[in-house]
């Protein structure tokens, strides 16, 4: 999948997650920031990144900020992002 534009999804609200898709050069590039960080960074870019795979993104820039959001919610927040991005929802 080509990342055409940039695009969200989620929200700042309590148990969401708010994700930002944008073109990028060169490779994958996530950040995460969360209140749960130090317990689950680590889970959070796994599910980003797993997500990212299976649409086969190979060039973007990815911001999350969760809220203690479940790995559901990442998934179909970084979904909605990506489908977003490529123009083919609104």
């Known amino acids: 999948m080509e990342i055409a534009k940039r695009a969200v999804a989620g929200t700042m609200e309590s148990s969401d997650?708010?994700?930002e898709v944008?073109?990028?050069g060169?490779?994958?590039q996530i950040e995460v920031?969360?209140?749960v960080?130090?317990?689950y960074g680590?889970?959070?870019a796994l599910a980003v990144r797993e997500v990212l795979g299976q649409f086969q993104v190979e060039n973007a820039v990815v911001r999350?900020?969760?809220r203690g959001a479940l790995d559901c919610t990442i998934r179909a927040r970084v979904e909605t992002a990506l489908r977003r991005?490529?123009?083919g929802q609104k």
Do not use: K, T
């Open 37 to 39: 960080y130090h317990q």
């Open 64 to 66: 999350v900020n969760d």
């Open 26 to 28: 060169q490779g994958l």
């Open 85 to 87: 991005a490529e123009g």
């Open 22 to 24: 944008s073109p990028g």
């Open 17 to 19: 997650i708010f994700v």
């Open 42 to 44: 680590e889970a959070i």
């Open 33 to 35: 920031q969360s209140v």
